[in-house]
């Protein structure tokens, strides 16, 4: 089986090492290393080559990250499956980010490291986690797993989604006929949603003004979800508190860009988890090893629904 990576060049290192000893009949090809094209089996890839009509014999691409909304869909055949990346690393990484951020904002850590700035020693009230309303937009592989935590805390937990959820300690909001009731008991809203039509641009005034006043945002889903500029206005004016940035559009930001400066935004460089090349090769084995024997694959793309 011969397996083409187009990524990180130090990634490709560790996989074909490690591929050695945990697939030693796969033949592992580094772009631009391709070879004959047409004898590769399966393309990992965050950007596949831009015209993939000599790769004939392929059986799937794979996206080296969780989202999988930079392909060109239209340029790629119609029926070949597109995989996206679910592995326990990539997991930990964003259970521990988004846990980090809302404790930060739950614990009012923004207002306390601007009083540090100014040396002023004074205490405000704290909320018990009970009390504090935790709203997740997008329940899927990550947001699921990063509602166990904040659950197991005792905060007030909901979802947001497209389908229904059954979790315990977590109430269940679908579709845009319930957002409004969503919304209105989010004090901390989470934004882990896959960039689609849909989600573009859906942090925005409309949405940040159906908040409870002076509630915050982690945003961890994609750059292009959110308005920056409706963001400022809204920690101007006081109705959001804080807000916790991780991913941005454009990437990275310009030096000049407001964001970087601003006393009420934490901003982090695209890093609230990665892939890790351990475990991801070993999500990857089990995917193709499936594909192999001809069962369904882990994450792969719904075209149509647009994740
Ligand atoms: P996933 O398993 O596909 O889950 C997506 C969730 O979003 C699902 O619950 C889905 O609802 C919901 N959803 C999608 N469109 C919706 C809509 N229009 N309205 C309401 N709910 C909608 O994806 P994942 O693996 O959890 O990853 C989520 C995203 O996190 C990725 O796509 C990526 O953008 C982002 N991410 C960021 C980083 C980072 O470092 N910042 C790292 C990894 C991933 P259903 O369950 O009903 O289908
Ligand atoms: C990172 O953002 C990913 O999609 O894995």
Redesign the pocket.
Known sequence: MNILYKSEPERGRIWAGLLAELAPEANFRQWPDVGEAAEIDYLVAWQPPEDLSAFTGLKALFSV???AEQFDYAALPADLPVV?M?EPG?TSG?VEYVTFAVLGLHRDMPRYLQQQQEKKWLAHSALPAAKRRIGMM??????EAVLQPLVQLGFDCAG????PKHISGVTSFV?EAQLDDFLTRSDILIC?????G??EGILNADLFNRLPRGASLVQ???GKQLNHQHLLNALESGQLAAAVV??TSPEPLPADHPFWQHPAIWLTP?????AQPESALTALLENIRRCERGEPMHGVVERERG?
């Open positions: 990250g969780a989202g996206r679910i990539l964003m997008g329940v899927g592989t990550l947001g947001w989604s497209r389908t579709g882990l949603l896959p960039l689609t849909a989600t961890v889903g994609r991780d991913v695209h890093i609230a988890s990665q994740y």
